[in-house]
Each structure stands twice: as structure tokens, then as C-alpha cells.
């Protein structure tokens, strides 16, 4: 039986890492767009990439593409409709179904912050292989897996 010392230590394993990894992430990619004079974060910028593939996507399947929950993307997209980025519009067959349109302005802020995007994926990726690029993909996967079947 492990010590109770043992069971709590978490730094051996993948939760504490991919945490600060993640908010780590957010903020440089935050930093990295403000400083190009790019006032968007790294969701907002999720969203646009989503929307330029899939433009006028109902609100609830954006949730699931985002992988946010209906709230906090509603939040979002107030946010984002406040910055002139995407427009909501009714839908013409049920009124309580919500289609979210990237607008001209956030179509021009995404293309502005592209090559950003591409030197901050080059900084974080730098020195790292792609064999090792490919396994840290592949333990994603399967963390991301493995949380789906417990939860299911």
C-alpha cells in the first residue's frame, strides 16, 4: 500500500503539467497577439478559425466544436459580437436556434493573426521533434479517451 505522501504528490504525473502547460499557453499566445496590436485571445481566436471553416454554425454545435459548455460560449460570442467579430442570427426555421457568422472585420483579424499563430507554434515547438510532436499527440489522445470513457 503507497504512503499517503505518495497518493497526493501529483508532479509524476500528467495533471499538474498539462494545467500549467495549458494556462502557460494562454497567456503567451495572448501576449504574442497583443504585442502584433491583435486584441484577441487564444478562444476568440479558436472560434474564428472554426466559423472561417464552417461559417454559420448553430450556437450549440460551436459548444461542441469548441468543446465549451453553452454558458461560458454564449459569454463568448456577446464578447466577440461586441468586437465586431461574428454576428448571431436567428435562424428562419426556429427562432430559438441561434447561427453564428464570422463577420468581415473578424475574417481580417484572423488573416492579420495567422503568421502570429505560426511563430508561436514554431517558439513552443522548437527543438522538439517531429517523432516526439507525433507521441505527445498520441498521449493527448489518449488522456482526452480516457476522460470521455470515465465520464460517460
Known amino acids: 500500500m503507497k ?28 501576449d504574442f497577439l497583443n504585442l502584433k496590436g ?8 479558436i472560434l474564428l478559425k472554426k466559423l472561417n471553416e464552417q461559417n454559420g454554425q448553430p450556437q450549440q454545435n460551436l459548444a461542441f466544436l469548441t468543446n465549451r459548455d453553452k454558458a ?29 457568422f464570422i463577420t468581415k472585420h473578424g475574417c481580417e483579424i484572423l488573416q492579420k ?16 521533434s517531429p517523432e516526439e510532436i507525433e507521441t505527445v499527440i498520441k498521449v493527448m489522445q489518449k488522456v482526452n479517451n480516457n476522460i470521455n470513457r470515465a465520464s460517460n
Open 113 to 128: 493573426s495567422a503568421p502570429v499563430i505560426e511563430k508561436v507554434v514554431g517558439c513552443i515547438q522548437e527543438g522538439i
Open 3 to 30: 504512503k499517503k505522501e505518495d497518493i497526493l504528490n501529483l508532479e509524476h504525473t500528467l495533471l499538474p503539467w498539462m494545467g500549467r502547460t495549458m494556462k502557460v499557453l494562454d497567456y503567451f499566445i495572448g
Open 38 to 45: 491583435i486584441e484577441l485571445t487564444k478562444v476568440q481566436w
Open 72 to 100: 461560458s460560449l454564449a459569454r463568448l460570442i456577446t464578447t466577440m459580437e461586441k468586437k465586431k467579430l461574428v454576428e448571431r442570427i436567428p435562424s428562419k426555421i426556429d427562432g430559438r436556434i441561434n447561427h453564428i
